[in-house]
């Protein structure tokens, strides 16, 4: 019922920048939380940054100071501003996000994952 669709990844060189786009589409009557995951070869999937509708922020320390999670709820887009990105940072990115949607007047939760992006830091 809920598509996001992430943009944004590619190879960058140590020290460089990238932003990720996730747009949401389908019968979103409302979003909550969204967020940006990672996964490495080999690791677990981890928390990067979420945003709450409220505006809220969450980082992982590995992060700090260096990602900027925003949203634009008008285009149901959340964006991940990477700067001085890392060679540990490389890893498929994903979007996450959940909220309410609407058919015919029913309502329902729902939460919802990208494909992903890979991102490829080079040293």
Same mark, same amino acid.
């Given at each position: ?10 190879? /960058?060189? +140590?020290?460089?920048?990238? @932003?990720?786009?996730?747009?949401? *589409? ?5 979003? #909550? ?6 996964? +490495? ?6 928390? /990067?940054?979420?945003? =709450? *509708?409220?505006? %809220?922020?969450?980082? +992982?320390?590995?992060? %700090?100071? @260096? ?7 008008? %285009? #149901? ?9 890392? $060679?540990?940072? =490389?890893?498929? &990115? &994903?979007? &996450?996000?959940? !909220? ?6 029913? &309502? +329902? $939760?729902?939460? *919802?994952? !990208? ?6 830091? *080079?040293?």
């Amino acid at each position: 019922q809920v598509q996001l669709v992430e943009s944004g990844g590619g190879l /960058v060189q +140590a020290g460089g920048s990238l @932003r990720l786009s996730c747009a949401a *589409s389908g019968s979103i009557f409302s979003l #909550n939380a969204m967020g940006w995951y990672r996964q +490495a070869p080999g690791k677990q999937r981890e928390l /990067v940054a979420q945003i =709450t *509708s409220e505006g %809220k922020t969450n980082y +992982a320390d590995s992060v %700090k100071g @260096r990602f900027t999670i925003s949203r634009d709820d008008a %285009k #149901n887009t959340a964006y991940l501003q990477m700067n001085n990105l890392k $060679p540990e940072d =490389t890893a498929v &990115y &994903y979007c &996450y996000a959940d !909220g309410t949607i609407a058919v015919h007047w029913n &309502y +329902a $939760p729902f939460g *919802s994952w !990208g494909q992903g992006t890979q991102v490829t830091v *080079s040293s």
